[in-house]
């Protein structure tokens, strides 16, 4: 029915072409979960878990992203953009959430996450990608300003005015600083 | 095609697919997508990109999470159900099937106390008649029982009498009263004993006004020896006490008795 292949992290996971995928959860079957989980699971995990810094948490999360992307599923609208950004925003918001939450901010064991983005980039994201060439590689390329700015918007959900007053810096550049950083991904890896 | 490529020089569509628009920022960015849709190849380079980059930074979530995950999601079967409700439901349906098992089981087990109780009720009802039943029948063999003891001691009476050699057996001889009549009296001197034989009373029937007296015959003088019906029951009489006599007689008198005998109304008599 669907042209499964292996995909590349592990043996078992299954991966679909993204109008498969698509197709397979309109029709909330459950090949299409498994393989939505396997394709995603980690990237929106890696993102879920730089936000709450908090292996627990970010596990209940992922959860709570996967039955929410499941149940609205109906309200994804491929031509507004591609499915893993759709996802991102809905994990990204219930994080925000969360980490907003009184009972998160009471709660002491959780980490300064200023002090922690850059520590949990140098300590994790090479050691446990390995699959993902040159991530090193890629950070060097990026400039110091365009590696900020991106995670405070796509890692952190600041919005363009707050990640401008946040960097103290105007609007424009703010928009000028992302395009570039993410032309120099484009490059990266194209 | 001029005013496209400033608007994508711009970095909106960056901050579109990063995530950094507001949502009124955003329904614009959406209605120029619709508007010129040579936009979408270039954001959705721009989305693979970020793609890539967060696959970059992917980590692992633990190995059971993936099974926690997938079941917590509702599959096609349930598809017609609003999608919220659906997890809900998962779990529902198992508990009102075993409230469904439990309700079926109290009411089995109703039915079965209902019939155990009427079976046993029915059965009650048996033994209760039986009890009756052996109840009167044990009176029945009591009242027998009595009966025969009493007469057994009647027996053992006038064996008793018949067998002792110190009773003197007197015949007693109708008069030309009674010339049919007759009777027994036995005398045991030694203990002072007078006793009749009722069973072996041959003589008249006395009406209601009028009794036997027993009269002995000492030294030429009558002593009462006490009254006795025909009616008596059978066996032995024991009459009053007597040491000595010579004769003995029986005269009908009224009821109760008189101080001397009626000589007219003598039936039987007889010498010692």
């Known amino acids: 029915m669907y042209a499964t292949k292996t995909f590349p992290l592990s043996k078992k996971k299954l991966a679909l072409s993204e109008n498969e995928l698509v197709l397979a959860l309109r029709q909330r079957d459950k090949i299409g979960a498994e393989a939505l989980y396997d394709m995603y699971s980690s990237s929106l995990y890696g993102i879920i878990f730089r936000i709450v810094q908090h292996d627990e948490i970010a596990e209940d999360l992922l959860q709570e992203a996967f039955v929410k992307i499941w149940n609205s599923f109906a309200s994804f609208d491929s031509s507004k953009g591609r499915l893993f950004t759709w996802m991102v925003n809905i994990a990204r918001n219930l994080s925000i959430d969360k980490i907003r939450s009184k009972d998160f901010r009471n709660n002491s064991k959780n980490q300064d996450i200023e002090n922690a983005v850059n520590f949990i980039d140098e300590q994790r994201s090479t050691a446990i990608n390995p699959d993902i060439l040159g991530v090193k590689e890629l950070v060097q390329k990026l400039k110091p300003e365009q590696k900020s700015i991106l995670d405070l ?5 600041y919005t363009h005015v707050e990640a401008a007053e946040e960097l103290g810096i105007p609007l424009g550049t703010v928009k000028t600083r992302m395009r570039m950083a993410i032309m120099t991904l484009r490059k990266f890896f194209n | 095609m001029e005013e496209i490529k400033t608007y994508i020089e711009s970095g909106i569509l960056e901050l579109y697919a990063s995530g950094g628009l507001n949502s009124a920022e955003r329904l614009e960015v959406e209605a120029m997508l619709v508007k010129h849709p040579s936009l979408k190849a270039e ?24 099974q926690k995950v997938l079941g917590s999601l509702a599959f096609s079967e349930s598809k017609h159900v609003a999608p919220e409700a659906g997890i809900i439901n998962f779990a529902a349906p198992r508990q009102s099937a075993f409230f469904r098992y439990a309700f079926a089981a109290s009411v089995a087990l109703l039915l079965l106390s209902v019939v155990a109780i009427a079976v046993l009720y029915s059965r009650l009802q048996n033994t209760q008649q039986q009890l009756a039943v052996l109840q009167t029948s044990n009176q029945q063999f009591t009242n027998r029982v009595n009966y025969l003891n009493t007469e057994v001691d009647r027996q053992q009476m006038v064996l008793g009498v018949l067998r002792n050699p110190q009773y003197k057996m007197i015949r007693l001889a109708g008069t030309a009263q009674a010339p049919d009549a007759s009777m027994v009296v036995a005398f045991n001197p030694a203990k002072k004993d007078v006793v009749i034989d009722l069973a072996a009373l041959n003589m008249p029937e006395n009406d209601a006004d009028h009794q036997y007296q027993l009269w002995a015959l000492v030294d030429g003088k009558p002593v009462d020896l006490g009254v006795f019906d025909k009616k008596d029951e059978d066996g032995m009489k024991k009459m009053k006490a007597l040491e000595n006599a010579q004769a003995f007689a029986v005269t009908l008198e009224p009821r109760g008795g008189s101080v001397s005998p009626t000589m007219e109304q003598m039936m039987v008599m007889g010498a010692i």
């Not at chain 2, 959705?44 to 999470?65: F, G, H, R, T, W």
């Open chain 1, 153 to 157: 918007v796509y890692f952190r959900g």
């Open chain 2, 43 to 66: 954001l959705d380079e721009i989305e693979k990109s970020l793609e890539q980059y967060a696959a970059s930074y992917a980590v692992e979530p633990s190995a059971q999470l993936r």
